[in-house]
């Protein structure tokens, strides 16, 4: 299995930093949430003048064996319809992208669908979909240490042009089931609290969903002996995106990278990476709570407060995408807020 070195950020900037933000001329704390973004920022970077350069945005797609057993109202073929769709710049994560200057990346870990030859989809298939967890391992071992393998060199692709913010989306109809299930094993929460609509189920479509995962989750338990590895459980059931978002996550916590985690998805896939390496948490800035049942659960899991609560439920990165503008505002604030003795202002505190 694939290995990194995370380190925990330097504490010893923390006070200096501290300095420099209770200083700026505004009142102590007033600027609230920003603060606590600049602090982290700062640490990641360990600068008291941080910066974001070439923000990159991977957008991953993959098709899930469980999608066979109809736990998504969306049929499969939206998967690479959709990977198409952004090729053009007609989706959502192609318009927020163009707003806050993202380079964007559409990469294709594994859909079912011959997607090699559409001018701008990267081609990093590991193979036409995951298989179906319900009855066997959603991968090989094999194939899952090639998938980290994929979200390491997207990670690294990324710094070698200078981005020192990552942010992720997926695309893979029916990887709200993998995303419970992980939720459930690794938060200690029972299934049937961790499952929701997805795209939109109405309540018979997420009972036939919840019967499904409980079958597929009772088999699982009843095949292993004991307990089951971190990496067993990631592989059994995860999407190859969503394994390839967990090599990237890694990998750009190893190279001191802020990461902009997103909705349910990509909440389950940080929780994974955190099983990992727990270190990989500091590097992690969680963007927004959507309406996907348990999300907010997983996220007081992970002590994490995101920043935006805006009922977003597409995927892509979307709600990651509109919260960078507040990570940019805190890092402005850094650098071009003047402080109290250079403006000439009495420090009344």
Known sequence: MKTFNIQAPDEALRPVIQDKIDNLNKPKGSLGRLET???????????????????????????????????????????????????????GVNMFCRQHGFHLRIVDVG?????????GIMNCKIA?????????AAMTEDEYTRTLTVGIDLADACASEGSRLLCLGEMGIANTSPSS????????????????????????GISHKQQVLTQALDRFLSTVNRQPSIDYIIRYFGGFEMVAAIGAMLRAAERQMVILVDG?????????????????RHYMIFTHCGDESGHRRMLDSLHAEPLLSLGLRLGE???????????????????????FDNAHITKYF
Request: aromatic share 6%; hydrophobic share 40%.
């Open 37 to 91: 973004l600049a602090m982290q920022v700062c640490l990641i970077q360990q600068t008291l003048s941080p910066s974001i350069t070439h923000p990159c945005h991977l957008l991953l797609g993959g098709d899930h064996g469980i999608e066979r057993e109809g736990v998504s109202v969306s049929p499969r073929e939206v998967t690479w319809q959709q990977m198409v769709n952004f090729t053009k710049g007609g989706g």
């Open 111 to 119: 859909v079912d669908h011959d997607l090699s030859q559409v001018p």
């Open 128 to 136: 036409p979909g995951t298989r179906n967890f319900l009855h066997e």
């Open 181 to 204: 299930i992980w939720m459930s094993l690794f938060c200690h929460i029972p299934l049937s609290e961790c499952i929701g609509a997805g795209a939109g189920l109405n309540h018979q």
């Open 264 to 280: 349910f998805i990509m909440t389950a896939c940080a929780l994974a990476a955190c099983q990992l390496y727990p270190e990989a």
């Open 317 to 339: 990165g979307t709600g990651a995408l509109c919260a960078f503008p507040i990570v940019d505002s805190a890092v402005r604030m850094m650098n071009e807020m003047n402080n």
